[in-house]
């Protein structure tokens, strides 16, 4: 009797509880859908062109109406109206593994590397993602709007990232790229990991071989008889992307003998790599320069240590000025603090060398173009997607508030942080 | 590259002997003494590594044979305090026993480290470096200086380091110290083991009062229980890290109960229990962190925890950790706790002089006075601005960091081959946070 009574009970409660969420859902649904939302800015950095003075950013559905000064926007009816000193685009963070590492460090929440064998490509983030992480929602009410995340720094070839956005619930909604880049690590942490590789000669090797055996994959595939064709190998597939530009390979390697063997081998197989870490760049601005790559450049603020040991704030910088693309990354965190926040990074390069504008457009416009969404996010511009972060003075200043974060059109942070 | 160390230190000991013999003025920048209101176009006058004057241009004299050095649009801060630290290559206590207070950090600490530089090049003159969060008890700590140095006395606060106190008593419950034998395996137990040790300390204690100077009914001596008389005496205060809520109870009721001394140190979750930490009279050295977590109970840290302990009343000051933040950028920690509702006159106060009671050194560091020592730094601006630089470090009347020099400039940035030592994060082995 009595555990009927309970069932009964229960199912109330759940009737209550999914109807509830049914209403709210809908709720969240038309309001998302339709927004409607005038962003009114004392500066707002399109990252587009010049800042505007007394600018205006039109917000209808998902994405960005119009931007320009008030005197010639008008915001019509019905329009929820936001009042910032300061308007940037959704901060966009170009490595991160928050996500995929969560908060509390313990084994079930860290998805961020796969230990069983060092080279593993065929491993998907979009398997792993946890839009839900309690990271996730810190970040973003920091204003970081679009990630790239991917596997952490630790095995030779660790798997493919995906790019997100940081409000919504499940993969599909979040999801921007979900192809991302194929990511590899050379360096210290990958010898801590494995038997073998154990040295830097040894690590390039395997990597070497394993491209040769997707070049072969390749040449078999378009073999004309069908009988010869090999079977599908997910490894070999994914090496095989790489090959053919398909995906772009990102190499995190901190020092200079591993950012130079990533140059040598990028030219042997001919495909064009993305240098993510790269601690020691400042020593080869001309060899990454003439090779044209980018670099995701390390937190301003990672520790020196290990493969880091010779970090400087001021690389950011020195590559900017040599004219290398950059973008900024809040990295892979082990202990504590659990992640870095890119607002945080790019204030310290702007207090470091780096322009303000070039430390700002670092966690925007040339981070989506380093990750390759630079036509929906990173500037505020007519069409593109609808992410605004609102300022209550200078970004970079540690006592300057981000008090409000809109991702998708959506309002998902009103309270000053 | 030593060499190189050497000569700089050479350099250093004849420009402090100069230094020292005449007066030297710093005019011209605003002078933030922190006991005292802010002073516009100020003056300060150091001589004999210790602080004669400050005051404005009109209230101080500027003897006649003075060195001034001109530093208008400047701003001059006390040096500041550093309440923990794990400079310095030291580790504490190793894996035999999850007590050990007998164990000195001061007997291995690399007073040659770049790591201290680091440090000057975050303003930071005086710090408390601590044995690992690893154990209950993971050994004394040591109240330092960053003076030229050759040997760690040249670093110590205290005279000798045989008979005077030179340090506090790390201590550390929650989940570092929980480890597999013969460590303790839960909560519960942890406070179990201290509280024993404390009861076999006050044994000890009253056999030593017992015997009243006659040598004949003296306990034998035992390093353990004399650091831990110390201790009980309240001569040596306790560094508890702890974090979460409930931890931070344990230690004010087992600090309660054998009346000892305690400065609560990281306290994540102090906002959760301001109240009853301010009842407590604990002052509590807390931590900024960029985010939340990476370990369990750093999951509910706030940034809001200073603002929140000054509205109680409590002593408030701030921490590195270093390697968990870098000591290059200590003056984040304060102004991060002003974003988060802390008033800039408390927080300021939590870099320096907060600091320097929890360490008993608010006689000598901690605030620009006449009578203290001639600790101070040179700023290119407002303290709490990310564009702010530290130009210069002055210890006791010797200038021990300046930005212009491009070798501490690389001290202060990084570069190739800057620091040569590992920062270590094992909390179980050296032991941060």
């Known amino acids: 009797m009595r555990t009927r009574l309970f069932v009964i009970l229960s199912e109330a409660k759940n009737l209550i509880k999914w109807g509830l969420a049914f209403v709210f859902s809908f709720f969240f649904f038309v309001s998302t859908s339709l927004a409607q939302i005038a962003v009114k800015g004392e500066t707002v950095y399109t990252m587009s062109g010049a800042p505007i003075k007394n600018g205006v950013v039109l917000i209808k559905g998902k994405t960005i109406e119009r931007v320009g000064p008030a005197s010639q926007v008008n915001i019509p009816n019905g329009y929820k109206v936001m009042n910032a000193k300061v308007v940037t685009p959704g901060l966009v963070d170009a490595h991160t593994v928050v996500g995929l590492a969560g908060i509390y460090n313990v084994p079930h929440d860290q998805m961020q590397l796969e230990t069983s064998s060092p080279v593993q490509p065929e491993l998907r983030a979009l398997d792993a993602y946890n839009p839900r992480e309690e990271l996730v929602e810190w970040v973003r009410n920091l204003g970081v709007t679009t990630m ?270 | 590259m030593r060499a190189g160390t050497l000569s700089i230190l050479a350099i250093f000991l004849c420009v ?122 993971s050994g004394q700590t040591a109240y330092l200086k960053i003076r030229p140095a050759n040997t760690i006395n040249d670093m110590l606060f205290c005279k000798d380091p045989l008979n005077d106190i030179c340090g506090g008593m790390k201590m550390a419950n929650g989940t570092n110290s929980i480890r597999s034998k013969p460590f303790p395996g839960t909560r519960a137990k942890s406070a179990a083991m201290v509280r024993q040790q404390f009861i076999k300390a006050q044994e000890y204690k009253a056999k030593i009062e017992a015997a009243d100077g006659d040598e004949s009914k003296m306990p034998k001596r035992d390093l353990e229980m004399e650091a831990l008389v110390q201790v009980l005496d309240g001569k040596r205060v306790v560094h508890h890290h702890t974090h979460r809520h409930d931890d931070v109870l344990t230690v004010l009721r087992l600090a309660k109960e054998f009346g000892f001394r305690v400065v609560l140190q990281h306290v994540s979750e102090a906002w959760k229990v301001a109240k009853e930490i301010a009842e407590s009279g604990a002052p509590c050295s807390i931590i900024l962190l960029d985010s939340p977590g990476g370990k369990l109970e750093a999951v509910d840290i706030r940034w809001e925890s200073g603002g929140v302990l000054e509205k109680a009343g409590v002593l408030t000051g701030f921490h590195t950790d ?67 630089h530290i130009e210069q470090s002055w210890v006791e009347g010797i200038k021990m960091f300046d930005r212009a020099n491009p070798d501490d400039h690389k001290i202060a940035t990084g570069g190739y081959n800057v620091f040569r030592t590992s920062v270590f994060l094992d909390e179980c082995e050296g032991g941060a946070q």
């Open chain 2, 16 to 137: 402090a002997a100069a230094a020292q013999e005449k007066p030297h003025a710093f005019r011209g920048a605003t002078i933030i003494p922190i006991e005292g209101a802010e002073i516009q176009n100020g003056v300060l006058l150091v001589q004999y590594g210790k602080i004669l004057e400050v005051g404005t241009a009109e209230d101080v004299d500027i003897p006649s044979d003075a060195v001034v050095q001109d530093v208008t649009g400047k701003v001059i801060l006390p040096g500041l305090v550093d309440t923990h630290s794990h400079l310095g290559d030291g580790s504490g206590g190793d894996r035999s026993a999850a007590i050990q207070p007998e164990v000195r950090i001061l007997d291995a600490i690399d007073v040659r480290s770049n790591d201290f530089k680091k440090a000057l090049a975050g303003g930071i003159t005086t710090l408390n470096v601590m044995p690992g969060s690893g154990h209950l008890m």
């Open chain 2, 322 to 388: 270093d390697g968990i933040t870098d000591s290059r950028l200590f003056l984040r920690s304060a102004a991060f706790a002003v974003r988060a509702g802390m008033s800039r006159q408390k927080a300021l106060e939590g870099l320096t002089i907060a600091g320097a009671k929890m360490l008993d050194l608010q006689e000598r560091v901690g605030s620009l006075k006449p009578g203290k020592d001639a600790d101070f730094v040179i700023l290119s601006g407002d303290p709490l601005s990310v564009y702010t």
């Open chain 1, 148 to 417: 790239h995340a991917g596997t952490g720094p630790g095995a030779l070839a660790s798997g493919s990232s995906i790019v997100v956005k940081t409000h919504g619930n499940t993969i599909t909604e979040v999801l921007v790229d979900p192809v991302g880049m194929v990511m590899f690590t050379l360096g210290e942490s990958v010898n801590d990991n494995f038997d073998s590789p154990g040295t830097r000669s040894k690590s390039v090797a395997m990597i070497r071989s394993e491209f040769v055996k997707a070049q072969e994959y390749t040449k078999k595939l378009n073999e004309k008889d069908a009988s010869k064709r090999p079977d599908r190998d997910l490894k070999l597939e994914a090496l095989a992307k790489v090959l053919s530009g398909e995906m772009k390979a990102l190499f995190t390697v901190q020092t200079a003998p591993d950012i130079m063997a990533v140059l040598r081998m990028a030219k042997e197989f001919g495909f064009k790599p993305v240098l993510d870490g790269a601690a020691e760049s400042y020593l080869l601005v001309d060899e990454i320069k003439k090779a044209g790559v980018s670099v995701i450049v390390h937190p301003t603020m990672v520790r020196p240590g290990g493969d880091t040991r010779n970090v400087s704030m001021e690389t950011a910088a020195t590559l900017k000025k040599a004219g290398i693309p950059i973008a900024l990354q809040s990295g892979f965190e082990g202990y504590v603090p659990k992640t870095r926040v890119i607002l945080f990074e790019a204030a310290i390069a702007a207090a470091n060398g780096l322009s303000f504008n070039d430390a700002l457009a670092a966690i925007t416009i040339d981070a989506a173009r380093v990750i390759g969404v630079d036509k929906r996010v990173g500037s505020l511009e007519t069409g593109k997607d609808a992410d605004v972060v609102l300022f209550d003075g200078d970004p970079f200043e540690y006592t300057t508030h981000v008090c409000g974060v809109i991702v998708n059109g959506a309002v998902a942070s009103e309270t000053c942080r």
